[in-house]
């Protein structure tokens, strides 16, 4: 997921794409495949999109990241029929195209915004 014009991510923006990014890949890899993938899995392909734009986190805060999105994804998973579901992953897959507009992507980012914040408060 990139922003939609060519501002650099802030620090803050860069991880709710990601974290929005990992939930859609957990969502797709349970609604299509009937499996949920690992953190560690999550925390490689966290680092494959960084690299890809250019960016990097830590580790930790790529693991952080992970276990944040599986918390996510299965309540997204747990609140949605099956149907529902699968639309909403494919949705959530295809935001990740920075020119795809969609009102339910922008309402899980806006999520994924408000998870981050409330991690970071607790902190």
Not at 22 to 31: D, F, K, N, S
Request: charged share 25%; net charge negative.
């Amino acid at each position: 997921m990139r922003l939609r014009d060519d501002t650099p991510p802030t620090a803050q923006g860069l991880r709710v794409a990601l974290l929005f990014a990992l939930a859609a890949q957990r969502l797709h890899g349970y609604y299509e495949h009937g499996h949920w993938l690992t953190d560690a899995h999550c925390a490689h392909l966290a680092a494959d999109w960084l690299a890809r734009s250019k960016n990097t986190l830590p580790l930790t805060e790529r693991r952080q990241l992970a276990e944040l999105s599986d918390q996510l994804a299965r309540q997204i998973a747990g609140t949605l029929s099956r149907e529902v579901g699968l639309m909403t992953a494919h949705d959530m897959m295809e935001a990740l195209d920075p020119n795809y507009h969609s009102d339910i992507a922008e309402s899980l980012l806006a999520e994924c915004a408000r998870l981050l914040n409330e991690q970071t408060d607790a902190s």
